[in-house]
């Protein structure tokens, strides 16, 4: 008994004092976790929530489209290892010494992340090419216009992705999910998309023709070795994507080379955006399977599936608006062209816009409210525009 007593005396010392200090440890890294993650975590309730009207069975092993994941997985983590050696911001840096201007530099920014969407996918672009905006910008001290350059960035990275199958991460999967043919979809999405280049371009002119001094406290040596081998990988990606080679070969191929050679760049890779997609492929699959949802969906979709697509990623995103709505309808050219288009508008219309809206208040705190206000402004020209561009001139 006394031996017992001493045990506890001895043991409340030791775990007293530790629980204060390690709840609200755990507490703040949920907290950032949430914030960083708010769509992921958004997913897991609205799989968990269907999953109570829908009990999982066999046939949700059905709902995900491996090889979209595949494809998703072996770009970003190229991309992150192409990051990782600064190969982007080297390239960037090359064409924006070359111009002079405000006007000039800026345009060439946009145009940077409005080509880089178009290959390693909007939230990568914009994660690569939105920092170097800002260093322009604030070394030349012309931070005054940031707001600006930094939403024709984000409208720039959501619709110069539209091109390509591997642009924006909702092509990715209908490309996969309908088997669109490659000349197809390039068909589909050009229109659109030589409009959205026009309206961007024209949008720039109002920046001012001032003269800059642009000058880069550090010098990038790129790896030689490294980055030829990246760059095959990276080709490696885009050639699965296009289906000449089956998806399980990157699967193989690309972890096994990254893990060698750059393990820092697996570890990088947006798992939350990969959970994301698992998380909506259930949810989207459940829905499916409730006849009142189905009849809803499929009724709405059959009078204006672009309209209805475009509204819905101004509620949910273009990404889960994608994966939902594709098991209502099959006409693939209007999806395409609501969820791409429909990345431009209010703040949660697209994943890639929540990157800016981060990237600009943390260097701009307190100027929150300008900066929504211009970014709204500017993307419901660019939605409503692009929108009334297909319906009248693309049918």
Same mark, same amino acid.
């Given at each position: =008994?006394?031996?017992?007593?001493?045990? !506890?005396?001895?043991?409340?010392? /030791?775990?007293?004092?530790?629980?204060?200090?390690?709840?609200?440890?755990?507490?703040?890294?949920? /907290? &950032?976790?949430?914030?960083?993650?708010?769509?992921?975590?958004?997913?897991?309730?609205?799989?968990? +929530?269907?999953? +109570?009207?829908?009990?999982?069975?066999?046939?949700? %092993?059905?709902?995900?489209?491996?090889?979209?994941?595949?494809?998703?997985?072996?770009?970003?983590?190229?991309?992150?290892? /192409?990051?990782?050696?600064?190969?982007? #911001?080297?390239?960037?840096?090359?064409?924006? !010494?070359?111009?002079? #201007?405000?006007?000039?530099?800026?345009?060439?920014?946009?145009?940077?992340?409005?080509?880089?969407?178009?290959?390693?996918?909007?939230? =990568?672009?914009?994660?690569?090419?939105?920092? %170097?905006?800002?260093?322009?910008?604030?070394?030349?001290?012309?931070?005054?216009?940031?707001?600006?350059?930094?939403?024709?960035?984000?409208?720039?990275?959501?619709?110069?992705?539209?091109? #390509?199958?591997?642009?924006?991460?909702?092509?990715?999967?209908?490309?996969?999910?309908?088997?669109?043919?490659?000349?197809?979809?390039?068909?589909?999405?050009? *229109?659109?998309?030589?409009?959205?280049?026009?309206?961007?371009?024209?949008?720039?002119?109002?920046?001012?023709?001032?003269?800059?001094?642009?000058?880069?406290?550090?010098?990038?040596?790129? *790896?030689?070795?490294?980055?030829?081998?990246?760059?095959?990988?990276?080709?490696?990606?885009?050639?699965?994507?296009?289906?000449?080679?089956?998806?399980?070969?990157?699967?193989?191929?690309?972890? &096994?080379?990254?893990?060698?050679?750059?393990?820092?760049?697996?570890?990088?890779?947006?798992?939350?955006?990969?959970?994301?997609?698992? &998380?909506?492929?259930?949810?989207?699959?459940?829905?499916?399977?409730?006849?009142?949802?189905?009849?809803?969906?499929?009724?709405?979709?059959?009078?204006?599936?672009?309209? +209805?697509?475009?509204?819905?990623?101004?509620?949910?995103?273009?990404?889960?608006?994608?994966?939902?709505?594709?098991?209502?309808?099959?006409?693939?050219?209007?999806? %395409?062209?609501?969820?791409?288009?429909?990345?431009?508008?209010?703040?949660?219309?697209? /994943?890639?816009?929540?990157?800016?809206?981060?990237?600009?208040? !943390?260097?701009?705190?307190?100027?929150?409210?300008?900066?929504?206000?211009?970014?709204?402004?500017?993307?419901?020209?660019?939605?409503?525009?692009?929108?009334?561009?297909?319906?009248?001139?693309?049918?």
């Amino acid at each position: =008994m006394t031996h017992h007593s001493l045990t !506890k005396k001895v043991r409340r010392p /030791l775990l007293t004092p530790r629980l204060p200090g390690i709840l609200p440890g755990i507490l703040s890294a949920l /907290l &950032a976790f949430l914030q960083e993650n708010t769509v992921f975590c958004i997913a897991l309730a609205a799989a968990g +929530i269907t999953s +109570i009207l829908v009990p999982p069975d066999a046939q949700y %092993l059905s709902y995900f489209d491996f090889k979209t994941l595949t494809c998703l997985f072996c770009v970003l983590a190229v991309v992150c290892a /192409l990051r990782n050696i600064r190969f982007f #911001t080297c390239l960037a840096r090359g064409i924006v !010494k070359r111009f002079s #201007t405000l006007r000039s530099a800026s345009i060439a920014l946009i145009v940077i992340t409005f080509i880089g969407s178009m290959l390693i996918a909007n939230d =990568m672009a914009l994660l690569t090419f939105l920092p %170097l905006g800002y260093l322009v910008l604030s070394e030349t001290h012309k931070e005054q216009h940031m707001a600006f350059v930094f939403i024709m960035q984000n409208i720039a990275a959501n619709l110069g992705g539209m091109l #390509t199958p591997f642009g924006n991460p909702q092509n990715l999967y209908l490309y996969s999910f309908y088997n669109i043919p490659t000349a197809e979809f390039t068909a589909i999405m050009a *229109p659109p998309f030589i409009a959205a280049v026009i309206m961007i371009l024209l949008a720039c002119l109002v920046l001012p023709r001032e003269p800059l001094s642009l000058t880069y406290r550090d010098e990038i040596h790129l *790896p030689v070795k490294r980055t030829a081998g990246y760059l095959v990988l990276f080709a490696l990606s885009i050639v699965i994507v296009f289906r000449f080679i089956p998806y399980v070969v990157g699967l193989i191929v690309i972890p &096994a080379v990254l893990f060698w050679a750059d393990r820092e760049a697996l570890k990088k890779v947006d798992y939350p955006l990969l959970g994301t997609f698992c &998380a909506f492929f259930v949810f989207a699959g459940n829905m499916s399977r409730i006849p009142a949802v189905r009849t809803l969906f499929e009724g709405l979709l059959e009078k204006n599936t672009m309209l +209805i697509s475009a509204l819905s990623c101004q509620c949910i995103s273009n990404v889960p608006s994608a994966i939902l709505l594709s098991q209502f309808t099959d006409n693939y050219r209007e999806l %395409l062209w609501g969820v791409n288009i429909g990345g431009a508008g209010t703040l949660i219309a697209s /994943l890639a816009s929540m990157i800016t809206f981060r990237e600009y208040v !943390k260097h701009n705190p307190g100027k929150t409210g300008r900066y929504l206000g211009l970014f709204t402004l500017i993307n419901l020209i660019f939605l409503v525009s692009l929108l009334l561009f297909c319906r009248f001139v693309c049918q």
